[in-house]
Every structure is written in C-alpha cells, then in structure tokens.
Antibody
Framework: QVQLVESGGGVVQPGRSLRLSCAGS????????LHWIRQIPGKGLEWVTM????????NYADSVKGRFTISRDNSRDTVYVQMSRLTDEDSGLYFC????????????WGRGTLVTVSS | DIQMTQSPSTLSASVGDRVTITCRAS??????LAWYQQKAGKAPKLLIY???NLETGVPSRFSGSGSGTEFTLTISSLQPEDSATYYC?????????FGQGTRLEIK
C-alpha cells in the first residue's frame, strides 16, 4: 500500500537549519509530484512547497521562498526539504503529501514530522 | 496570490441538521477547489474535489457546489461522526492556499 514516512523533525534554535525527509513506498515514486504541507498543532493548514515528478518544477509559499529548498532523489524514493533561517513561525507538523493524478489535488498524506523552533 | 476565506469559523449543530460551510476565493479559481475533513491527531481526509466531485468512499450526505469565487460544502443530515474541522483549498495555480478552517461541533 502507498506509504509516505516523514523524518528529520525536532527542536531547533531560531536562525538555524533543518532538513526533513520523506520516504515513499508502495507506488512508482518517480511518477508523482510531491508536496509539503504544514500545520501548527490546533491551527490551520498551510501549503509549503511542491516538486514535480522529475524535479524540474518547484513552487514555494511566499512565507518560505528563499529559505526552503525542496529536492528529490528518485533512486532513493525520497523527497527532502532543506529549511534555513528558521523562525518560530516555521514550527508545526510537516506532512509529506502525494499529488494525485487527474483532477484530484492530493491523495495520500504521511503522518507528519514535528518541527519546533525555540531557543 | 489567491486568498481563501472560509466561514463560519465554528459551527454547532444537532444530529440530523443540514449544515453549510462557505469558502470564498479572492479571484476566480474556476472549479479547482477541494474540501477536507480533519479529526484530531489525523491527516486531512479528502471529501470533495473539483468543487462538486465526491471522493470515493465518502458518504453521500456530503456534497459540494460552486464555481468561480464562491463555494459551499453541505452535509445534508449531520451525523455524530461528522464532528471535525473542515478545510477548503484552491489548486488553481501556485501557491495553493487553504481556508482558515471550520470547526463543526455536534450539540
């Protein structure tokens, strides 16, 4: 079955960097776009970034543009987001989400990895 | 960038009630709108895509309508298991944007 497993979250000081990973399984990883969506616990959802199936196209939310970089390694079935110059507003649960085919937006979500930016 | 405004932010209704949640886009998104249900500690679950298409396995009491800038999610007969937070989002272009969410409570 399709699985997306995030890792790399933790507590980090403001201004520092962190890299999140998402390993996919149960599907042909190299044929799907992938997204990161975050949620402050008890708050709303915020789309963060996406990467196309072959890595040729990337998009970012204004709030992270210039600080976050998404990448993927299709040989390892893994997508990454490198987060730099972190602030407390970057704290939250980061979900890895698969882009769906057809007219549906997303179809599978991981369980998330928690990032806490705190001094 | 397109902004999404969802209302109400909280809603309390009784079992069997008809419930409507509204989502407005700051500019036309055609029908590129989805609705999700999220329960505590879980990832969001897709209910409706492309404004009015019911996701496979979702009960038929859920329906979506609208196009352009105004959209609604309707639950025709509220059930106890519908207690959750509901989100809309557009996927017309990037950046994708979510509404603020509607917390639905059962009286």
């Amino acid at each position: 079955q399709v699985q997306l497993v995030e890792s790399g979250g933790g507590v980090v000081q403001p201004g520092r960097s962190l890299r999140l990973s998402c390993a996919g399984s149960g599907f042909t990883f190299s044929t799907y776009n992938l997204h990161w969506i975050r949620q402050i616990p008890g708050k709303g959802l915020e789309w963060v970034t996406m990467i196309s199936y072959d890595g040729s196209n990337k998009n970012y939310a204004d709030s992270v543009k210039g600080r976050f970089t998404i990448s993927r390694d299709n040989s390892r079935d893994t997508v990454y987001v490198q987060m730099s110059r972190l602030t407390d507003e970057d704290s939250g649960l980061y979900f890895c989400v698969r882009g769906a085919s057809g007219s549906r937006p997303f179809d599978y979500w991981g369980r998330g990895t928690l990032v806490t930016v705190s001094s | 960038d397109i902004q999404m405004t969802q209302s109400p932010s909280t809603l309390s209704a009784s079992v069997g009630d008809r419930v409507t949640i509204t989502c407005r886009a700051s500019q036309s998104i055609s029908s590129w709108l989805a609705w999700y249900q999220q329960k505590a500690g879980k990832a969001p679950k897709l209910l409706i895509y492309k404004a009015s298409n019911l996701e496979t396995g979702v009960p038929s009491r859920f329906s979506g309508s609208g196009s352009g800038t105004e959209f609604t999610l309707t639950i025709s007969s509220l059930q106890p298991e519908d207690s959750a937070t509901y989100y809309c989002h557009h996927y017309n272009n990037y950046p994708i944007a979510f509404g603020q969410g509607t917390r639905l409570e059962i009286k």
